[in-house]
């Protein structure tokens, strides 16, 4: 008998009983759905870190400053001059101060404000929305000027231009240059769009800052990330003169292990979903075995009559992968359908539908039912006809 003929058979057969056949299919659909929605989600997690990342640069090194006291400072002019080395082509050195009091007209808020250089808008990946950024003049005559974040511009001026405006900082007036576009939350959770930019040495005069705590610094490419890391862990230990005073994160790295743990959770929960396909193919073979006691007159029939024991066998395997492939077409339009509607219900948790493992579950799902079905299809080819036909 054809393979045509044996599908349309097994059709018939799946039709004639449609509540049956639907509840032996259920443990297939829920793991073929659950699979390929579980991934879409956690090949879109990755794509997002991998995006937030790259706002900010991969080829990136950030140098955290964990000390006290003069042994554990780090001195602004000798950290420029590392940018001549060939694997650092941008530094940023930072001080930050929290909860600063910032007045416009009428209005005040809390914001963080930060003292750095004119480089730092190239090393994080902000863009200027309108004026300009601090240069180096602001930085030398330690100018009174600050650039606004997005939304910090938003809350005192809307969408008016900020340029030219003068807000006042912790008691201090500042002139305002410039604002950023909006960029939106980083890896860490911070944004630079609640945050206001001032000059360096501005900042530490004006406020009594201490010293630089973060810096930072940008390679050429991706590559010459770690040979910078190198550098400046060569350069803080001898001027620390101890290697703990001191934190260098890669962000080259930290995207490599972010994805890698965002990976792994992911294989995990599809591991878990795999078990609803498992737990489909019993109920597959126990619903043929059903079916073949209740085919025993037929099958005794049709043996009677010339069938071969290969006819039968694959009679009974053809029903077993159309169940199963027919569970596994309808798990895998649900489970594109519900990852496609997942962002609308989680915002923030894009997903990213992968073909090559939908069209594996699909193909798991077809073969976990062939393999539970050779069971029931190789006890129905084994029938006597004599037996079979005696059966009632």
Same mark, same amino acid.
């Given at each position: 008998?054809?393979?045509?003929?044996?599908?349309? $058979?097994?059709?018939?057969?799946?039709?004639?009983?449609?509540?049956?056949?639907?509840?032996?299919?259920?443990?297939?659909?829920?793991?073929?759905?659950?699979?390929?929605?579980?991934?879409?989600?956690?090949?879109?997690?990755?794509?997002?870190?991998?995006?937030?990342?790259?706002?900010?640069?991969?080829? $990136?090194?950030?140098?955290? *400053?964990?000390?006290?006291?003069?042994?554990?400072?780090?001195?602004?002019?000798?950290?420029?001059?590392?940018?001549?080395?060939?694997?650092?082509?941008?530094?940023? %050195?930072?001080?930050?101060?929290?909860?600063?009091?910032?007045?416009?007209?009428?209005? /005040?808020?809390?914001?963080? $404000?930060?003292?750095?250089?004119?480089?730092?808008?190239? *090393?994080?990946?902000?863009?200027?929305?309108?004026?300009?950024?601090?240069?180096?003049?602001?930085?030398?005559?330690?100018?009174? *000027?600050?650039?606004?974040?997005?939304?910090?511009?938003?809350?005192?001026?809307?969408?008016?231009?900020?340029?030219?405006?003068?807000?006042?900082?912790?008691?201090?007036?500042?002139?305002?240059?410039?604002?950023?576009?909006?960029?939106?939350?980083?890896?860490?959770?911070?944004?630079?769009?609640?945050?206001? $930019?001032?000059?360096?040495?501005?900042?530490?005069?004006?406020?009594?800052?201490?010293?630089?705590?973060?810096?930072?610094?940008?390679?050429?490419?991706?590559?010459?990330?770690?040979?910078?890391?190198?550098?400046? &862990?060569?350069?803080?230990?001898?001027?620390?003169?101890?290697?703990?005073?001191? /934190?260098?994160?890669?962000?080259?790295?930290?995207?490599?292990?972010?994805?890698?743990?965002?990976?792994?959770?992911?294989?995990?929960?599809?591991?878990?979903?795999?078990?609803?396909?498992?737990?489909?193919?019993?109920?597959?073979?126990?619903?043929?075995?059903?079916?073949?006691?209740?085919?025993?007159?037929?099958?005794?029939?049709?043996?009677?009559?010339?069938?071969?024991?290969?006819?039968?066998?694959? /009679?009974?395997?053809?029903?077993?992968?159309?169940?199963?492939?027919?569970?596994?077409?309808?798990?895998?339009?649900?489970?594109?359908?519900?990852?496609?509607?997942? %962002?609308?219900?989680?915002?923030?948790?894009?997903?990213?539908?992968?073909?090559?493992?939908?069209?594996?579950?699909?193909?798991?799902?077809?073969?976990?039912?062939? *393999?539970?079905?050779?069971?029931?299809?190789?006890?129905?080819? &084994?029938?006597?006809?004599?037996?079979?036909?005696?059966?009632?």
């Amino acid at each position: 008998m054809r393979l045509g003929e044996l599908i349309g $058979m097994a059709m018939r057969t799946v039709l004639s009983n449609p509540l049956r056949t639907i509840l032996t299919m259920l443990g297939v659909i829920i793991g073929v759905a659950s699979v390929v929605t579980l991934v879409a989600i956690g090949r879109g997690t990755s794509a997002e870190i991998a995006k937030q990342y790259e706002n900010l640069g991969t080829n $990136m090194l950030v140098v955290n *400053v964990n000390g006290n006291g003069r042994a554990t400072q780090l001195d602004y002019n000798e950290l420029m001059k590392l940018e001549g080395l060939p694997e650092i082509d941008t530094i940023a %050195p930072t001080i930050l101060k929290p909860n600063s009091n910032v007045k416009f007209d009428r209005t /005040q808020e809390k914001y963080t $404000m930060i003292g750095t250089n004119d480089r730092y808008a190239a *090393v994080v990946k902000a863009q200027i929305d309108t004026g300009r950024f601090l240069s180096e003049a602001d930085l030398e005559l330690r100018a009174n *000027v600050a650039v606004l974040g997005s939304e910090v511009s938003k809350k005192f001026f809307g969408f008016l231009d900020p340029v030219g405006e003068q807000i006042n900082i912790d008691g201090i007036v500042f002139t305002v240059v410039g604002r950023l576009k909006e960029k939106g939350q980083n890896v860490s959770g911070t944004s630079i769009d609640s945050m206001i $930019m001032v000059p360096l040495e501005t900042a530490r005069r004006q406020f009594k800052l201490g010293t630089i705590r973060t810096t930072y610094i940008e390679a050429p490419t991706k590559d010459d990330i770690y040979v910078a890391q190198d550098t400046m &862990k060569q350069y803080l230990t001898y001027k620390f003169k101890s290697d703990t005073g001191f /934190q260098l994160v890669n962000q080259d790295e930290l995207l490599k292990a972010r994805t890698a743990t965002s990976n792994t959770l992911t294989k995990q929960l599809v591991s878990v979903a795999c078990i609803s396909l498992l737990v489909g193919g019993i109920g597959i073979m126990n619903i043929m075995l059903v079916t073949v006691s209740e085919r025993t007159r037929e099958i005794g029939i049709r043996k009677s009559i010339g069938a071969k024991r290969r006819n039968i066998l694959f /009679q009974f395997l053809v029903e077993a992968g159309v169940i199963s492939g027919i569970g596994g077409l309808i798990g895998l339009l649900f489970g594109i359908g519900l990852a496609l509607a997942w %962002p609308a219900f989680n915002p923030d948790q894009p997903t990213l539908i992968s073909v090559d493992i939908s069209i594996y579950a699909f193909l798991f799902s077809a073969l976990v039912g062939i *393999v539970f079905g050779l069971y029931p299809a190789n006890k129905a080819s &084994k029938l006597r006809p004599i037996d079979a036909l005696r059966f009632d």
